[in-house]
């Protein structure tokens, strides 16, 4: 069984730093796209960032130049390092696997069906609060 753990939420300061991990059991991810997602309160989920097989990056451009994703295969884990963070970026942050695509778009789209798809796994999801 296939399962995603998120962690590292936390409240910061407007212009703090946060880096969310999110380790994966039941399945290797180092060969498929992941990604993170955000869901605010009262908002739709949207796209962060995203990584393809190969370990390409891709960004929406709310968090371009502020977030990284990367993935250690070994690890089976993907992260997100926030820098610079902003009270918009206030939600709760979701990661996903999608074991039947190994690429993703450039740039990241902030909505895009082919990520609730049936092959794809999510977690459940850690809240980061940006206070201004």
């Known amino acids: 069984q296939v399962e995603l753990v998120e962690s590292g939420g936390g409240s910061v300061q407007a212009g703090g730093s946060l880096t969310l991990s999110c380790v994966v059991s039941?399945?290797?991810?180092?060969?498929?796209?992941m990604a993170w997602f955000r869901q605010a309160p009262g908002k739709d989920r949207e796209g962060v960032a995203g990584?393809?097989?190969?370990?390409?990056?891709s960004y929406t451009e709310y968090v371009r130049g502020r977030f990284t994703i990367s993935r250690d295969g070994a690890k089976n884990t993907l992260y997100l390092q926030m820098n610079s963070l902003k009270p918009e970026d206030t939600a709760a942050y979701y990661c996903?696997?999608?074991?039947?695509?190994?690429?993703?778009?450039?740039?990241?789209?902030?909505?895009?069906?082919?990520?609730?798809?049936?092959?794809?796994?999510w977690g459940e999801g850690t809240q980061v609060t940006v206070s201004s």
């Open positions: 039941g399945a290797t991810v180092s060969r498929v796209s």
């Open positions: 990584i393809d097989a190969d370990g390409r990056p």
């Open positions: 996903a696997a999608d074991f039947a695509s190994t690429t993703v778009s450039h740039p990241f789209p902030q909505y895009s069906s082919t990520w609730y798809s049936e092959n794809v796994y």
